[in-house]
């Protein structure tokens, strides 16, 4: 959300309504006008990151629609508008505003022909899946692990035994600063020193769409095959995450994963809950 | 009027009490440092402050040792300790192009005044005579001047002081002493590269570039200049620096490819009218031979093609030309392991690959961007620039690399810290076809020979993209006049009709 934006199109709009229309009254199809110029420039400049084109357009579309049902569901409304575009292709006061906007129109779109003829061509998005589904098990290191069940055996000891917690989360901290936050970074933003030459960009673990919405399997299942065990939807092939099964043991990767939550104070979603 | 002679004896007394007394913090605030310490920096820096963690050794610059009070970035003179301020702007703004994050906006500015407290305790200095240091002043900048005389000016000065020794004829970070620099801990350090000013550890404006070479980066080869550049030159110096670097790196992500009627002869002038782009380069840390401190940190590309070929140039800033030994993608790498350095550091060549797909990709799919793998083998264009040849190779992962036969015409020369190669081949290699207006999948592998990169040990690319601009492009003034005259007769229909209708109901 671009606030600064948002604010100045509602002011604008505050503006016409209480001030504007002292002096200058606005018939429906210029409200209809205001309206759409509005709302144009709302999902243009209004919304970061930027919306892609074609979802305007879409949008647009449907606005337009929207407004033209709105003007034909009262037969006396639509009469009145349709009145004073009559009007403006009459009377002969009109006739000079009535020549600069039938040239404006082709011109606009001779504009627009132009505009996208002379686009830069745009190479083809990704459109990647971030967070795919997990398979149900997984073979690591030649024994097979059960997705749907596996519990980080770390976990109970939260609660039994603090030392021997503390102690695996301290040795979750070597491996993360070992391996991890060249790419995830200090702070497990996904900012780190080597993340801007990659694509995708590495996970911002901070965030919540990331670990605080996934089970410790699906991130032991992400870790231990990395990007080469990815389904083909989520582009395998592009992203930088090793395989860690080949460099970490099983309890290893269980206790860098409970540093990741005891770091950013998220919890991890229990086993069993929906998706 | 009382009041305000009591706020002038204030002010007037305030620097002398300020000189007295070191600004240590609370002890409170000091506890506070550490908790924050111990979560967020002790991994790099050391519990103990002195540098010696789990990550030290995986990084380049070494994290700051604050138990030699030797900091890089101060507003103080050369030698002296940093102020409190000049710490914490430190944690804020970071260290660009290294491990070190910008904290601000991450920690609060109350836990960077604590951590910089909590800081000066592990160097005892900072509780003595010396603590108190003596700011150099910086004046407001003038605006920036890129009057030729006050340029030559500052290169005048660059000149006089020696900068290129270390910095390089024309400040690419290639002095003649660049490779043997060291800091105060016996490890590598590189001299700034002055026409990347974005990696600039203590900041790149103006400002910032004239409080460097005045206070001089402690514990660093870099001097203060204080004593020997006059007060009306520094800011011809500053200038005359900032006039090296555009402002942002500005990475790109597609190569434009422009066709050619002719020839493709590789010379400096075939890619002269070529659009360039800049990638980054980083480490390769996700296979064994992990580079932690990569030689190289970003590349320039230009292509144009033909009927039948494609050639693409390549430049990026070396400190030096390995063009001695050798090297090759296949040479095997362990795991990167602090415990056993990497000592087999001489007698690699530089080298250089441009990576491809192997055959033209349908949708989203491509190599796997390491060395490729069997399922989408890749087309390595690569060069060892001890030799002056170049081949293409096939890659189906690393270790599973193999010569395909196909040469490619190669030219490669290294000036005053560029080099630049320059690879020409078909358009048309087997199932790889590069037609005009597609988008290729495209990346880059640098491997410094001065670094001993080799094998697995490089630098590297994401996935990008080459274009093909088409050689004759449509005219736009046809389609342009065509819907003019479409939508112009279609309104002049309308209010006609429109007309009509009135005057005769008018009439009627």
């Known amino acids: ?275 | 009027m009382r009041i305000l002679l009591t706020l002038l004896l204030v002010y007037i007394a305030y620097p002398a009490v300020a000189q007295q007394e070191n600004d240590l913090g609370t002890e409170a605030q000091r506890a506070e440092g550490k908790e924050v310490y111990d979560i967020k920096c002790a991994h790099c820096h050391g519990y103990e402050g002195d540098a010696s963690a789990v990550a030290t050794p995986y990084l380049r610059p070494t994290p700051r040792d604050f138990t030699s009070g030797n900091y890089k970035f101060r507003s103080t003179a050369s030698g002296e300790l940093p102020t409190t301020e000049d710490i914490k702007r430190s944690i804020r703004l970071g260290m660009p192009y290294t491990s070190m994050p910008a904290w601000e906006g991450i920690l609060s500015e109350t836990e960077i005044t604590d951590l910089a407290y909590y800081l000066k305790t592990f160097e005892p200095a900072f509780d003595g005579p010396y603590g108190n240091p003596t700011v150099v002043e910086i004046p407001r900048a003038p605006s920036y001047s890129a009057d030729p005389d006050h340029l030559a000016r500052g290169q005048e000065i660059f000149a006089a002081n020696q900068c290129a020794d270390c910095h390089g004829e024309n400040g690419r970070g290639n002095g003649e002493s660049a490779p043997e620099l060291m800091d105060d801990w016996g490890d590598p350090i590189r001299a700034a590269d002055m026409t990347k000013r974005w990696t600039f550890r203590a900041g790149a404006t103006r400002e910032d570039i004239y409080r460097t070479f005045m206070t001089g980066l402690n514990g660093t080869p870099m001097p203060s200049y204080e004593q020997t550049i006059d007060a009306e030159d520094r800011w011809a110096l500053v200038d005359y620096v900032w006039s090296l670097s555009r402002d942002t790196p500005d990475y790109g992500t597609t190569v434009t490819v422009q066709g050619r009627s002719g020839e493709l002869v590789l010379s400096e002038g075939l890619f002269e009218a070529a659009p360039q782009v800049y990638f980054p380069i980083v480490g390769q840390i996700t296979e064994p031979g992990r580079a932690f401190y990569p030689g190289v940190n970003g590349i320039s590309v230009k292509a144009v093609y033909n009927n039948s070929e494609i050639a693409i140039q390549l430049q990026w800033h070396d400190m030096t030309a390995e063009t001695d030994g050798m090297n090759n993608p296949l040479i095997e790498m362990p795991m990167f392991d602090p415990a056993q350095p990497d000592t087999t550091m001489d007698g690699w060549s530089d080298a250089v690959a441009i990576l491809l797909p192997s055959r033209t990709p349908e949708g989203l799919e491509r190599p796997y961007f390491m060395f490729g793998d069997s399922r989408f083998p890749m087309s390595i264009w690569y060069t060892d620039l001890a030799t002056d040849s170049a081949a293409v190779l096939i890659g189906q992962g690393s270790g599973r690399i193999a010569d395909n036969g196909i040469a490619l015409e190669r030219s490669a020369s290294y000036e005053d810290g560029v080099w630049t190669v320059q690879f020409k081949g078909p358009r048309n290699q087997g199932e790889l076809t590069m037609p005009e207006a597609t988008f290729v999948p495209i990346s880059f592998t640098i491997w410094d020979g001065f670094n001993g990169e080799r094998g697995n040990k490089r630098g590297l690319s994401a996935w990008y993209h080459l274009y093909l601009e088409p050689m004759e492009t449509q005219s736009a003034v046809l389609p342009m006049a065509k819907w003019f005259l479409i939508v112009l007769g279609a309104e002049l229909l309308i209010v006609g009709l429109v007309n009509l209708r009135a005057r005769r109901r008018k009439t009627a």
């Open chain 1, 1 to 275: 959300m671009n606030l600064f934006v948002l604010l100045a199109i509602a002011a604008a709009m505050v503006l016409v309504q209480f001030v504007v229309t002292r002096w200058v009254k606005l018939n429906l199809l210029a409200w209809m006008g205001i309206w759409w110029v509005a709302l144009w420039a709302a999902f243009s400049y209004g919304i970061n990151p930027p919306l892609p084109n074609s979802i305007i357009v879409l949008f647009m579309a449907i606005i337009t629609i929207a407004l033209v049902a709105y003007l034909s569901a009262d037969n006396e409304e639509l009469k009145q508008a349709q009145e004073s575009i009559v009007r403006f292709m009459v009377t002969r006061q009109y006739r000079v505003a009535l020549l600069i906007v039938m040239f404006l129109i082709p011109a606009a779109v001779a504009a627009w022909t132009f505009a996208s003829m002379n686009e830069a061509p745009q190479p083809p998005s990704s459109g990647r899946t971030i967070h795919p589904p997990p398979p149900s098990s997984i073979t690591f290191q030649g024994t097979s692990i059960n997705l749907t069940t596996a519990n980080n055996p770390i976990r109970e000891l939260q609660h039994t035994d603090e030392a021997a917690f503390a102690e695996h989360v301290a040795n979750g901290r070597r491996i993360y600063f070992e391996n991890c936050f060249y790419c995830h970074g200090d702070n497990m933003e996904g900012a780190g020193m080597f993340a801007h030459g990659y694509d995708p960009l590495p996970a911002n673990f901070n965030d919540a769409t990331t670990i605080a919405m996934l089970q410790e399997s699906y991130l032991f299942w992400r870790i231990a095959k990395g990007a080469p065990g990815l389904p083909s939807e989520s582009t395998p092939w592009s992203s930088a995450m090793p395989a860690w099964e080949d460099f970490l043991t099983e309890e290893e990767i269980w206790e860098v994963i409970i540093f990741l939550y005891e770091f950013t104070g998220f919890e991890p979603r229990a086993q069993g809950m929906p998706h």
